[in-house]
């Protein structure tokens, strides 16, 4: 048996895993409402806030630890193994935090379900470098970052209605047993990777495998150009280069203006406009739209501008740069919004511009090195994106302890700039990188 485009098959399978992902991951948040009144109802507002920040601190402190470990683990066992892995872990890890009791028992939870998603960054990307030719990986990302847009889009109204019908608790496990689900058709389809699968065309193939080999300018006896050797340095070779940093001070930088909404558009929609899990439903799920449209136009854009004969350098940082300048006016008008309906909207018009840009980031790694070493960068560059969201959490209840949250937005408008930076002054050319001589 043959399927056509195959590869489209699993980077569905991909983004799917992403919808999940972020439905587990934004349980917590639009049920806090709920979760507060049950387990925590004499705590004052501010100190309801600390134990939801004390809670998300330890989910992304995990998240870090687990994007160092499943980075090496992807390129260790591969995407196949690794994904069942990862999103086992993590349904398992939501359906018990339906048996929390506390701040002690939600944060053992939140870790494990933390240390388990980290690996759908770094798998993405490993699965992305596998499975698509270096033309197409920036679509192929943001189809897969599509998944995290899509996924809050629906967590909203989903958990909302839920809440309607279930309790919390059994909520944490209708949603995690849908993670489960998802291993069926994972481990039916994606059997081997593209060069051994039974089920792939010979002329996908070839387009993937040939797609993913980079020629030099050097030419061979028969005036053919050479083909680069992929290069996939020691881990400490690795982070011996600059354009490694680049990649990884990006990711720290522009990463946790995500997580800002992430975590706190429940709790700002709560604070500052009073509404409950119901209301936040009807709210929530806005800016995601933005975000989702911004994960598809970062990759159609890349793919047109080396369709047209631009550079992966030249593409890249003209993507990223623009998805950071979008980002900051908006985070500035974030300062007074006015309406609720306008602060979702200028939201989503953050998150669209964070999206453009993201994709595009997490494309670097396969640009820069060969496929041994992609998850591995992809997992140390996570690793920093999830310790960067870290401190911009653990300051947001201190920055808005009286309901203003114009310094966390002015903050995350620095980040962008920092973003910016880094991949011009520590990148200079986005290619696949030489060993040093």
Same mark, same amino acid.
């Given at each position: 048996?043959?399927?056509?485009?195959?590869?489209?098959?699993?980077?569905? $399978?991909?983004?799917?895993?992403?919808?999940?992902?972020?439905?587990?991951?934004?349980?917590?948040?639009?049920?806090?409402?709920?979760?507060?009144?049950?387990?925590?109802?004499?705590?004052?507002?501010?100190?309801?806030?600390?134990?939801?920040?004390?809670?998300?601190?330890?989910?992304?402190?995990?998240?870090?630890?687990?994007?160092?470990?499943f980075g090496k683990i992807f390129d260790w066992i591969g995407t196949r193994i690794g994904f069942v892995l990862s999103i086992g872990v993590w349904s398992l890890a939501t359906i018990a935090h339906a048996f929390a009791q506390g701040m002690l028992s939600f944060s053992i939870f939140r870790s494990i379900l933390g240390i388990a998603e980290a690996g759908n960054w770094p798998g993405a990307t490993k699965g992305n470098a596998e499975w698509f030719p270096t033309k197409e990986r920036a679509l192929a990302q943001g189809i897969f970052n599509s998944g995290a847009a899509i996924g809050g889009i629906i967590a909203f109204p989903i958990i909302g209605f839920l809440t309607l019908h279930f309790s919390w608790q059994a909520v944490f496990i209708i949603v995690g047993a849908i993670? $489960?689900?998802?291993?069926?058709?994972?481990?039916?389809?994606?059997?081997?990777?593209?060069?051994?699968?039974?089920?792939?065309?010979?002329?996908e193939k070839h387009y993937i495998l040939s797609g993913q080999r980079t020629m030099s300018e050097d030419k061979d006896e028969n005036g053919n150009a050479k083909e680069v050797e992929e290069y996939s340095p020691s881990t400490g070779e690795l982070l011996s280069r600059k354009e490694s940093w680049g990649v990884i001070i990006a990711s720290a930088a522009i990463d946790p203006i995500w997580w800002l909404f992430v975590f706190w558009i429940p709790i700002y929609l709560n604070e500052v406009y009073g509404m409950n899990v119901t209301e936040i439903g009807i709210y929530g799920w806005v800016p995601y739209v933005g975000a989702m449209l911004g994960a598809w136009f970062g990759g159609l854009l890349a793919q047109n501008r080396i369709a047209a004969g631009w550079t992966p350098n030249k593409t890249r940082k003209l993507v990223i740069t623009l998805g950071c300048l979008i980002m900051l006016p908006?985070?500035?008008?974030?300062?007074?919004?006015?309406?609720?309906?306008?602060?979702?909207?200028?939201?989503?018009?953050?998150?669209?511009?964070?999206?453009?840009?993201?994709?595009?980031?997490?494309?670097?790694?396969?640009?820069l090195f060969g496929k041994k070493a992609v998850g591995t960068l992809s997992g140390f560059s996570g690793m920093a994106a999830k310790l960067g969201a870290v401190g911009l959490t653990s300051l947001v209840p201190w920055l808005t302890a009286d309901g203003n949250y114009t310094p966390a937005f002015v903050i995350g408008a620095s980040l962008a700039i920092i973003a910016i930076a880094a991949i011009w002054l520590l990148i200079p050319k986005i290619e696949l990188l030489k060993p040093k001589r």
């Open positions: 048996m043959k399927i056509q485009g195959l590869r489209w098959w699993v980077i569905t $399978l991909i983004a799917l895993a992403t919808i999940i992902n972020y439905i587990d991951r934004q349980a917590l948040s639009v049920l806090w409402p709920a979760i507060v009144e049950d387990l925590f109802p004499d705590e004052s507002a501010l100190e309801r806030k600390q134990i939801y920040a004390n809670i998300s601190i330890v989910f992304v402190f995990s998240y870090a630890f687990g994007q160092a470990i993670g $489960l689900l998802w291993l069926l058709p994972w481990v039916i389809i994606v059997k081997a990777p593209p060069a051994m699968h039974a089920w792939i065309t010979e002329e908006a985070l500035i008008a974030m300062s007074n919004p006015g309406a609720p309906t306008v602060a979702v909207l200028i939201m989503a018009v953050i998150l669209f511009g964070f999206q453009t840009a993201i994709g595009n980031v997490q494309t670097l790694p396969s640009d």
